[in-house]
């Protein structure tokens, strides 16, 4: 089977002597799949994804991204691939069109011009073109940050916290918006999410992290039936707080 995405054994430590963010994190993800990556505060799933894309070193382990390995040949990876994050603002002074003028000359995209107008007739961001990137709602930013990572047309998509601070219907549009673009391009595509309605929605497998080490993996239907659980969100308080339900002992 070909993979998007080969995590083997990866560590992350910041701090010597302390236990590690990532604690030997293995998975493969095939090519087409949305994998969830779940965990309480302090799981380790920033730190995954910081790793995932070249922004940190891991301490040890090998990640291959679209078969490239992340070590030696990272940059031709990073090139077909793309990330969004809450955490990561865009330049607040530049209008929301120079922002992915940025982006699409970084990663090179070709008929930029073009590019922009199909994303921002997709995502509905015709009206704040012009508008400073930092005067944005944050359900327009979350908008706006999604036209960004999807400029380069990425196989591989990273999504951290992609519906964090959206009201519950600008939140099912992006829900919505992230299906049909799935279905229509087979991107593969990582989400770390604390919403997990969202997770049940478009995660075909998802891994549940604690301490940086996975605890639990499955489909999402398999882990509630394997806890004996209602939803995932009695599975993710099960697995966080290291209670479990009789049926699944
Ligand atoms: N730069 C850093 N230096 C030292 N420790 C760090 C650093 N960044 C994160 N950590 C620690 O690594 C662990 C994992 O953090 P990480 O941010 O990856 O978790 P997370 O699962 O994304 O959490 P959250 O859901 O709160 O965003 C935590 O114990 C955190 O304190």
């Not at 070249?54 to 077909?80: N, Q």
């Not at 107008?117 to 005067?135: F, H, I, N, Y």
Request: glycine residues 8%; charged residues 25%; negative net charge.
């Amino acid at each position: 089977m070909s993979h998007a995405l080969i995590v083997d054994n990866l560590v992350k430590t910041y701090v010597a002597g302390r236990p590690p963010a990532v604690d030997g994190l293995s998975f493969a993800m095939p090519r087409g799949a949305t994998y969830g990556l779940l965990g309480g505060n302090g799981a380790g799933k920033t730190t995954t994804i910081a790793m995932l894309l070249g922004l940190l070193v891991p301490s040890s382990g090998r990640i291959t991204a679209l078969g490239h390995d992340m070590e030696k040949d990272r940059f031709a990876a990073l090139a077909r691939m793309n990330f969004s994050s809450p955490y990561i603002a865009l330049p607040h002074r530049l209008s929301v069109s120079e922002n992915l003028r940025v982006y699409a000359h970084l990663y090179n995209v070709r008929q930029a011009e073009a590019r922009i107008a199909e994303l921002a007739r997709d995502l509905q961001l015709e009206e704040l073109l012009d508008r400073p990137a930092g005067e944005l709602s944050a359900g327009q930013k979350t908008r706006v940050a999604l036209a960004k990572a999807l400029i380069n047309r990425p196989e591989l998509l990273l999504l951290d916290e992609p519906t964090a601070s959206l009201d519950p219907d600008t939140g099912d549009w992006v829900r919505s918006w992230l299906e049909r673009y799935r279905a229509q391009t087979g991107c593969a595509i990582l989400l770390a999410s604390h919403n997990m309605g969202e997770v049940e929605r478009l995660c075909d497998h998802v891994l549940m992290l604690k301490q940086g080490r996975v605890v639990d993996e499955g489909s999402p239907g398999d882990l509630v039936e394997r806890f004996g659980r209602g939803d995932l969100e009695e599975v993710f308080l099960d697995i966080a707080r290291g209670t479990r339900a009789e049926a699944a002992q």
